[in-house]
T-cell receptor, first 115, second 112 residues
């Protein structure tokens, strides 16, 4: 089991640039979650997919953020244009079910710095 | 709404000391409770869980008991090691809800 794989691990870019974060969930997991972690706000759920379909995007901060899941093994989180306040660690997680009997498995995260 | 409150850190301990991290929750119904651990530079890993009142979750020497009467799920370890240095998150989710509600996290540093 390779675990959830995220890329890149680190991203530094200038404000105004487009940023794309990538995630490969664990094979067979039908649920995929994107989180953002900051010192001020802790862990926030941004969006959640079931079978590649976005189910709840109420946590996406604004229209500059978008997420897609074109197939069961790949998802992207895009920020365009990026701003310094988007600097955070972004985690992807996947699970067999969204409920308590199956835990969410997290990737190692992408540390994003917007200058 | 549902929420989790953890004791504030950071917590610094010597090796072989006893560790307790307090966690209390607010939720309707019967949530499941979790402790996740985040080692430096890594994502969160599930450490232990309990799905009903009086259940005890345990893993790697850590324990936590689901106490509905006090709405608590305190994490304990009898003898910590340097390798236990990490950030610990208490979390809950409801039986019919996919959302995990996390506490703010407690940073634990164990010195040799």
């Amino acid at each position: 089991d390779a675990g959830v794989i995220q890329s890149p691990r680190h991203e530094v870019t200038e404000m105004g640039q487009e940023v794309t974060l990538r995630c490969k969930p664990i094979s067979g997991h039908d649920y995929l979650f994107w989180y953002r972690q900051t010192m001020m706000r802790g862990l926030e759920l941004l969006i959640y997919f079931n079978n590649n379909v976005p189910i709840d995007d109420s946590g996406m901060p604004e229209d500059r953020f978008s997420a897609k899941m074109p197939n069961a093994s790949f998802s992207t989180l895009k920020i365009q244009p990026s701003e310094p306040r988007d600097s955070a660690v972004y985690f992807c997680a996947s699970s067999l079910t969204p409920y308590s009997n199956q835990p969410q498995h997290f990737g190692d995260g992408t540390r994003l710095s917007i200058l | 709404g549902d929420s989790v409150t953890q004791m504030e850190g950071p917590v610094t301990l010597s090796e072989e000391a006893f560790l307790t991290i307090n966690c209390t929750y607010t939720a309707t119904g019967y949530p499941s409770l979790f402790w996740y651990v985040q080692y430096p530079g890594e994502g969160l890993q599930l450490l232990l869980k309990a799905t009903k009142a009086d259940d005890k979750g345990s893993n790697k020497g850590f324990e936590a008991t689901y106490r509905k009467e006090t709405t608590s799920f305190h994490l304990e370890k009898g003898s910590v090691q340097v390798s236990d240095s990490a950030v610990y998150f208490c979390a809950l989710n409801k039986e019919d809800d996919y959302k995990l509600s996390f506490g703010a996290g407690t940073t634990v540093t164990v010195r040799a």
